[in-house]
């Protein structure tokens, strides 16, 4: 079983629509979870970041933590045009011991968001 | 805002050749990393480096590879001798402005590696 698993898409919504990115994982000691937008030869960009369970909101978007279920959620509400990218789910274990923070990564879904 | 940077954007190189890619972290960050991603693929670990060593790398970082703080700004990916396969996107990322706090990274724009 991979590490994280994130389904590629592609993913092709409607403006203003509601657009939930999904990732699930293997590795219990993942503690961090973060989501980032890359766009086409660009890096990865940090869009939000959780730890442990629960919900973070930010402006549209919102990151969602099962730990119980291994399996992290990025919602995006009102998308726009401009949300077009690849979304990268990445975690680390806590840092302290062997780690260091390496981030292990999802495959990345691609998204387009038709005018 | 701060932000890391990378020189160069593009480098192409022969096979065998060794290459150096250059980054500029973000200034008080404790821990710095390397990963690099092969067109359509995932990003992957390489390595990271925290008080002037290198505190865990991935199987993909091998004797070919190198890091290094050459000064307070810097840090550098070598690559001894390159092969086909090394022809990729390197990104160079940083965090931590305490101790412990590795969470979150932040990416330069990366360097696409070609390897002819």
């Known amino acids: 079983q991979k590490e994280v698993e994130q389904d590629p898409g592609p993913l092709s919504v409607p403006e203003g629509a509601i657009v939930s990115l999904n990732c699930t994982y293997s590795?219990?000691?993942?503690?961090?979870f973060m989501w980032y937008r890359q766009y086409s030869r660009k890096g990865p960009e940090l869009l939000m970041y959780?730890?442990?369970?629960g919900n973070k909101e930010d402006g549209r978007f919102t990151a969602q933590v099962d730990k119980s279920s291994k399996y992290i959620s990025l919602f995006i509400r009102d998308s726009q045009p401009s949300d077009s990218a690849t979304y990268l789910c990445a975690m680390s274990e806590r840092a302290g011991g062997t780690s260091y923070g390496k981030l292990t990564f999802g495959q990345g879904t691609i998204l387009t968001v038709h005018p | 805002e701060p932000e890391v940077t990378q020189t160069p954007s593009h480098q192409v190189t022969q096979m065998g050749q060794e290459v150096i890619l250059r980054c500029v972290p973000i200034s008080n960050h404790l821990y710095f990393y390397w990963y690099r991603q092969i067109l359509g693929q995932k990003v992957e670990f390489l390595v990271s480096f925290y008080n002037n060593e290198i505190s865990e790398k991935s199987e993909i970082f091998d004797d070919q590879f190198s890091v290094e703080r050459p000064d307070g700004s810097n840090f550098t990916l070598k690559i001894r001798s390159t092969k086909l396969e090394d022809s990729a996107m390197y990104f160079c990322?940083?965090?931590?402005?305490?101790?412990?706090?590795?969470?979150?990274?932040?990416f330069g724009p990366g360097t696409r590696l070609t390897v002819l």
């Open positions: 590795n219990s000691a993942f503690q961090y």
């Open positions: 990322a940083s965090s931590g402005l305490r101790e412990g706090r590795t969470d979150t990274q932040y």
């Open positions: 959780t730890y442990s369970s």
